[in-house]
């Protein structure tokens, strides 16, 4: 298993989600959809799904322009789930100074069409 750093967002309604960087996106997470567990503690797992970011086309890939504009795409991925953006709220992670959110370092590992994330600290600031 590698580590991931993923990044609190405001989700503009009040919660909060994890943003992926670009580069994990397209390294991992490879499509909108794709089914994530998220493991906080021992006891604490949600399943969500990947949310936002560049579409990909039917075979699976990442469409790196958009057909009707020619512009590229630029968004990564994030999860986003209430109980997510609850457990955020619960850690105090999304009190943070404007520019400054909080990076949170997982364990990644993907087994077939699934991605299993294990929580592991908040990176120094």
């Known amino acids: ?27 991992y997470f490879k499509c909108r959809g794709v089914r994530v567990h998220l493991y906080l503690s021992v006891t604490e797992e949600i ?18 322009h958009n057909p009707t504009t020619g512009k590229p ?6 999860l986003n789930h209430k109980k997510l953006s609850d457990w955020i709220k619960g850690k105090k992670y999304n009190n943070y100074d404007e520019g400054q959110p909080k990076k949170l370092i997982f364990k990644i590992e993907v087994l077939q069409e699934e991605i299993y994330l294990k929580y592991l600290e908040e990176t120094c600031p």
């Not at 949310?51 to 699976?60: L, Q, W, Y």
Request: charged share 25%.
């Open 1 to 27: 298993m590698k580590d991931i750093i993923l990044t609190v967002q405001s989700n503009g309604n009040g919660g909060y989600r994890l943003g992926i960087g670009k580069e994990n996106s397209l390294k």
């Open 47 to 64: 399943i969500c799904k990947t949310a936002c970011g560049s579409p990909c086309d039917k075979n699976g890939n990442w469409l790196k």
């Open 73 to 78: 795409y630029k968004k990564a991925y994030d």
